[in-house]
C-alpha cells in the first residue's frame, strides 16, 4: 500500500465544497476535460482562500479530497489524465504565509502540466515547504525532509528553513535542490530541472521553447533586464529599471529548449551582459544536478557546454571579461564580442559618462587578441555628441585605427526627451554631425575590407540563413545575424537554414565575403 503524503495533520477547513454543478459536465473531449481540469483547480484554489482556521500542514490528497466525488469523476482527474504527465508530490509546512507560498508554487506547476501525486509511491519528485520560525519547526522541517527522501528519495526544498541550506545538506545530503522562501522562480526552475514539463501538442498552444519572430536555426536570449548605469545620452534606466538578473538555472533551460527545438546559434542578449549576476549576489541555482553561480563567466561556460554556436552581446569591457577570452580559444563561445564603446575620447566618455578610459581599454584589447588571436570585435559609436570637438573626433578615427575593430555601427547623436546629455553646453551643428559620420563611416570601411581581404584563401567555419536557386546565403563566426556580413555561397542550392559547413573564401569586399564550400 503506497505511503500517502502526509494527511493526519490536514486541517483546513473548506467552505461551499459542494455547491458547483457539477453534473453538467459530461463526455467532454480532451481538450475540454483539460479545462475543466483547470476550472476544478481554479476553483479549488478560491475555496483554499476561505480557510478560516490555521493550517499547520496541507498535503497534495487535500486537492482530491476536497473535491466533490463527481466532479473529480467527470473531469476526468483520473481516467483522462496522461499517464506520461510528470507527478510532483507537494508537503507544506508553516504559516499561512507559506501556505499561499504553496499555492502559487503549485499553481503554476499545475498550470505547466504536472500533476499533484497524492503518495510518495506516485511521485516522480517530492517539494517539501519548510518552516524556520522555531526551532522545533525546524526539526519537523527536518523530519519531513528526512520522510520524503525515505519514501521517495527525490527532494525539493523550499521555504523559509531553506536559508539555512548548509543544515539541511548536513543532515540530508541528497536532497537535490534547496531554495528560500519566496523564491517562487528558483523552486520552479528546480523542479524543471529535476522533472522537466512535458510539452503537449494538443493541449499546449505554444511549442515547449516558446514562440520566436527569429528563423529557426538562431534565437536570442535574454539574460537580465535593466541596467545599473547613467549614460548620459540613454533613458533605459528610466524606463527599465536597475539590473534584474534572471537566475541561471532559468537562463539555461531556456537555453536548451531552445537547442532542442533545433536552434544552432544562442545571441546573449540584455542591457550590460557582462554584468550580470550583480543584482542577485551571484546566487546559485541548480543545472543538471549542480550548483551554477549567476556570474558572467560561469554562464558563458556553461552556455559553451551546449554543442551551438554561442554569441555575446552587449558586453562592456570590465576586467572580468578577461577570463571568458580563453572559452573563446577553446572553441566554447563564438570569438566575437559586441562592445559599444560609443566613443573613444576621455573627455566625452566622461560627458557621457561612460566608466571606460581609452588605453585601459586598448590595453584590454591587446591582452584579448593575445589570448584570442582571432577574435572579432564589433561596436557602435556615437559623433556629435555635445561639446565633441573636432580633437576628441580625431582621436576616435586614430584609436579605432589601434583597436582594430571588425564590423562598427555609427549613429548622429540625437537628443532624447529626458536625458541628462540634453542639459549639457556645446552642441554640435547637424552639418558637423553629418561630415563626422562621413569620415567615421570611410575609415570603418577601410578596416573592414583590409580585415576581409585577409580571409581570402582561408577555410572558415559558415552557418547557413537563406537557400534559393542560386545558392546560399551564410554568415561566419564573426558576423551576427541582422547587424554584420554576409559570406555568398554562389552555386550552393544543396543545403538547408542552420546547416553548420566549412566554406573556402576566394573573395572579399567592404563588408561582404564569397566562397565556396570545402
Ligand atoms: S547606454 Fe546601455 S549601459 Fe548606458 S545606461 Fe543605457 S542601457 Fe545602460
Known sequence: MPMSLPSGAVSARLIGQDTLPFSIIKKCNPRAIASYRDIAFDWFYERRLAVNEPIGLMTTDTFE???????????????????????????????PKALVDSERIITKLRAEGYD???????????????????????QESLDAIGEAITENGRVIVTGCFGVEEDRIRQAHPSVLAVTGPHQYEQ???????????????????????????????????????????????????????????????????????LVKAGVKELLIISQDTSAYGLDIKYAESQWKGRALPARFHDLCSALGELGVWVRLHYVYPYPHVDSVIPLMADGRLLPYLDVPFQHASPTVLKAMRRPAAQEKTLDRIRRWRQICPDIALRSTFIVGFPGETEADFSFLLEWMREARLARVGCFRYEPVAGAKANE???????????????????????LSAERLAGMVGR???????????EGALARSQWDAPEIDGSVFLNGEANLQRGDLVKARITHADAYDLWGARD
Not at 424 to 446: C, N, S, T, Y
Not at 459 to 469: F, K, L, S, Y
Request: aromatic share 6%; hydrophobic share 45%; with cysteine.
Open 65 to 95: 479530497k476536497c473535491m466533490p466525488k463527481p466532479m473529480a469523476d467527470n473531469v476526468g482527474l483520473s481516467a483522462a489524465k496522461p499517464q506520461t504527465s510528470p507527478k510532483v508530490g507537494f508537503v507544506s509546512l508553516g504559516c
Open 116 to 138: 499533484l501525486a497524492p503518495d510518495y509511491a506516485g511521485a516522480d519528485v517530492v517539494v517539501v515547504n519548510t518552516c524556520g520560525f522555531l526551532d522545533s519547526a525546524k
Open 424 to 446: 549639457l553646453p556645446g552642441i554640435v551643428p547637424d552639418e558637423v554631425k553629418e561630415e563626422r559620420w562621413h569620415r567615421f563611416m570611410a575609415v570603418a570601411q577601410e
Open 459 to 469: 577555410q572558415i567555419d559558415v552557418i547557413i540563413d537563406e537557400v534559393d536557386d
Open 187 to 257: 523552486v520552479i526552475a528546480a523542479v524543471h530541472d529535476a522533472l522537466p514539463p512535458l510539452h503537449d501538442p494538443f493541449l499546449d498552444l505554444v511549442p515547449a521553447e516558446g514562440l520566436r519572430l527569429t528563423p529557426r536555426h538562431y534565437a536570442y536570449l535574454k539574460i537580465s533586464e535593466g541596467c545599473n548605469n547613467r549614460c548620459a545620452f540613454c533613458i533605459i534606466p528610466t524606463l527599465r529599471g536597475d539590473l534584474v538578473s534572471r537566475p541561471i538555472a532559468n537562463v539555461m533551460m531556456e537555453a536548451e529548449r
